[in-house]
């Protein structure tokens, strides 16, 4: 079953709706390819600086490139693509509040094999998540085209209700070929690895990930962006960041600080901040009987 493509206009409901159905789908062109075309221009250095992978997973001809809130301008506004947010926030149902979970450019390089397919929520210890609740929603977005021949991301979808620890061949999955500009969005259930790049050239994709903020983060935001940097930056975007409570009560700082405090002394504020407002109106406690 391919994988089904949204015009950049869907709304979040759709998204979401899909991800439930298949844990995957593409928005065809949500933004102008023209933008990340400026971000590999801002990271150019990073990208040309950034060492190849050390083992197969990581791909030995693939480079990967992190820490873009501190790097890219544009990186900061992609992670908070309103639509990729309101998406974000309808896949984690339940949720309190969440967070980034990790900014990285994929470049996989020509004769790349295929990248073993996995689940990314394996990253937390292999812990059994319930079948249906997603902890992890992720985007990739082509920073090129995205074809089968150059290393398009493999999907396999329907898989996120799959038994876990399943392994699979190629011809298990599907590519999920894009145009520059269009963004693949797939759950951390969804089994999925890069694809081989039998091409001439590199491919680029941009991944953006983001889960429940009561799990750790694979990018470590506090050390990965400088605080002279992260000072700087908009309020919702250091919520994002993980300088927030993950539900009531994690990460808070010293006497029940909001660790927001800690950046910019007085912005903080006794409870979750941005992200957890409407989540807390909605879980006020109820009486049994409504
Ligand atoms: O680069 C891709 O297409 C997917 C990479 C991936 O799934 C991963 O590194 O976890
Ligand atoms: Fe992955």
């Not at 693939?62 to 947010?85: K, N, Y």
């Not at 974000?88 to 790349?112: S, Y």
């Not at 392994?167 to 520059?180: C, I």
């Amino acid at each position: 079953m391919p994988v089904e493509h949204l015009a950049a206009a869907a709304g979040s409901e759709r998204i979401a709706a899909l991800l439930e159905r298949d844990g995957c789908c593409v928005v065809d062109r949500l933004v102008d390819p023209a933008l990340l075309r400026g971000l590999q221009a801002e990271l150019e250095p990073h990208l040309a600086a950034t060492p190849l992978g050390q083992d197969t997973f990581s791909g030995r001809r693939t480079r990967r490139t992190g820490g873009l809130i501190a790097r890219s301008p544009i990186a900061r506004e992609l992670v908070q693509q309103p639509l990729v947010l309101e998406a974000v926030r309808a896949t984690l149902k339940g949720a309190t509040n969440f967070q980034l979970h990790l900014t990285q450019v994929i470049a996989i390089g020509p004769d790349e094999p295929a990248q073993p397919i996995h689940r990314d929520q394996w990253a937390f210890d292999f812990f059994p998540f319930p079948k249906g609740y997603e902890v992890q929603c992720n985007t990739l977005w082509a920073m090129g085209d995205f074809r089968e021949e150059n290393g398009a991301t493999r999907v396999i979808p329907g898989s996120h209700r799959f038994e876990d620890r399943l392994s699979f061949k190629e011809s298990d999955t599907e590519p999920a070929e894009m145009a520059a500009g269009s963004v693949l969005f797939y759950t951390g259930a969804l089994y999925h690895g890069g694809g081989a790049n039998r091409s001439r050239e590199v491919r680029y994709g941009l991944n953006l990930t983001y889960t429940r903020a009561w799990l750790r983060q694979e990018e470590n935001q506090y050390l990965a962006v400088p605080h002279a940097t992260a000072r700087e930056l908009p309020l919702p975007l250091l919520r994002l960041m993980g300088y927030a409570r993950g539900a009531y009560a994690l990460g808070y700082v010293d006497d029940l600080r909001d660790p927001i405090d800690v950046l910019r002394p007085g912005a903080g504020e006794a409870g979750l901040g941005d992200f957890g407002r409407g989540e807390r109106r909605a879980r006020r406690p109820r009486s049994p009987s409504s």
